[in-house]
């Protein structure tokens, strides 16, 4: 819904959805009430702090600067051709959200719609992931891109940036669910990235423009993630990871949680191994996920990784293997002094052959020629 088109009809969904106290389940319970938010705003004080209590109603129906201000700032920003608003009562809102607890009454996008009425699956993951677990992201998701799959994830550093690229890569698109408002791009790292989805997918929010990235919103826009796509592909995560909120969120709508195993050595992949114990189907390419969820008329067999280098591989990297490795294990296995071993393992994290991770550890790197 483009609020050009019905002012009234938005003005009365934004005074409702703008009043402090006034979160997804008190609009909901109004709603049911009343019906559409002007009935609500007709109904009177008395009425609605009947349902939502007299402080609620006093917020509601007291005139307030700052809503107004940034009810107008909103009406100016849904004006222009690329930003959008739609609401629960527009037939334009995405069903699978409806079909999830806590739908939100009033959604904020950027970009093209047309994406929410695509196949989704999203593609979540650590913050602070292995250079394994960036090549991972980046290449199921453009793999499933190519096979005109939307990618759904949530703009953060990592592993969702490195969804957003790879499916941005291939010839369908990406959905990023942030948790500011669409006037504020968080992290500032992901400016470039957020212009080019908003440019050729889509961005949402349901946080009102010029909300920061408070804490609390992004575990809180992971339902959203969820809801819109089919199913929930974790590449990386530690044990403790938001990612893992969204995996449950999925679960919990009964839709297909998927995850990549890694090493286990490394701390970045015990939450994905904490969901295969759990039930989650594990992948090894994205042809994997098409059969996992079923989708049939998906033919691709591209594989995750590419072909193995007809370069013939040194000591070093034979000795590296595919598992992230420290280099005391890695002088233990070529018998090299140490100063040569970090000579070596530099030259190749240089030449993009090798990458340094935390703790001391290195992982080879795929030829990707």
Request: charge should be negative; glycine fraction near 8%; hydrophobic fraction near 40%.
């Amino acid at each position: 819904m483009n609020p050009v088109d019905s002012d009234d009809s938005i003005t009365a969904w934004l005074q409702l959805t703008l009043t402090e106290g006034v979160g997804p389940a008190t609009a909901r319970r109004l709603l049911n009430q009343f019906g559409m938010p002007q009935q609500i705003l007709q109904a009177g004080f008395f009425a609605v702090s009947q349902i939502a209590g007299e402080k609620i109603a006093r917020m509601l129906f007291e005139p307030d600067n700052k809503r107004e201000a940034l009810i107008a700032q909103t009406l100016e920003w849904g004006s222009k051709p690329e930003n959008h608003l739609i609401t629960l009562a527009d037939s334009a809102y995405p069903p699978q959200l409806l079909n999830t607890p806590d739908p939100a009454p009033l959604l904020y996008l950027k970009g093209n719609p047309a994406f929410l009425e695509q196949t989704c699956i999203a593609i979540v993951g650590s913050r602070n992931p292995t250079a394994q677990g960036v090549l991972n992201a980046e290449q199921f998701a453009r793999t499933l891109s190519q096979a005109a799959i939307t990618v759904v994830s949530g703009l953060a550093l990592g592993i969702d940036a490195a969804a957003h690229r790879g499916a941005l890569q291939g010839s369908g698109s990406t959905i990023a669910v942030v948790g500011t408002g669409l006037d504020t791009v968080y992290p500032a790292k992901n400016r470039e990235l957020a212009h080019e989805i908003a440019t050729k997918g889509l961005l949402i929010s349901e946080f009102p423009l010029g909300t920061k990235p408070l804490s609390s919103n992004f575990p809180r826009r992971n339902r959203i993630i969820a809801g819109l796509a089919q199913g929930t592909l974790v590449v990386e995560a530690a044990v403790q990871s938001g990612s893992l909120i969204t995996a449950k969120l999925a679960a919990d709508l009964g839709k297909d949680v998927l995850a990549i195993p890694g090493s286990i050595h490394s701390p970045q992949s015990r939450g994905c191994h904490s969901l295969i114990k759990q039930g989650a189907k594990l992948v090894e390419s994205a042809q994997d996920v098409l059969e996992e969820l079923r989708l049939e008329h998906i033919t691709s067999n591209t594989p995750v990784q590419p072909p193995p280098s007809s370069k013939q591989k040194d000591l070093l990297l034979s000795a590296l293997g595919g598992d992230a490795i420290h280099s005391d294990t890695l002088a233990q296995r070529t018998g090299l002094c140490t100063e040569t071993l970090m000579t070596r393992l530099t030259e190749l994290e240089l030449s993009g052959q090798v990458a340094r991770l935390p703790g001391g550890l290195w992982q080879a790197l795929p030829d990707l020629t």
